[in-house]
């Protein structure tokens, strides 16, 4: 199994959401915790449609 560029940028975006959303809680900036959640969310997502899309390739193998 080999990884694509939608699994590695996703993940990568929803561990930049995860940190972006703690420091928003430590400092108490709820503007900014809500753009980390946000992000997290949207990095997620673009996980899985790295994830189907993989799975899409290697059962087509």
Same mark, same amino acid.
Not at 10 to 16: F, I, L, Q, S, T
Not at 32 to 54: M, S
């Given at each position: ?6 699994? =590695?940028?996703?993940?990568?975006? @929803? %561990? &930049? *959401?995860? /940190?972006?959303?703690?420091? !928003?809680? +430590? =400092?108490?900036?709820?503007?900014? @915790? %809500? &753009? *980390?959640? /946000?992000?997290?969310?949207? !990095?997620? +997502? ?16």
């Amino acid at each position: 199994m080999s990884i694509n560029k939608d699994q =590695v940028k996703g993940r990568v975006e @929803e %561990a &930049k *959401g995860s /940190i972006k959303e703690a420091t !928003g809680r +430590v =400092v108490g900036d709820a503007t900014l @915790e %809500a &753009k *980390g959640n /946000i992000q997290k969310n949207l !990095g997620k +997502v673009q996980a899985k449609v790295g994830d189907i899309k993989q799975d899409l390739k290697d059962s087509a193998k």
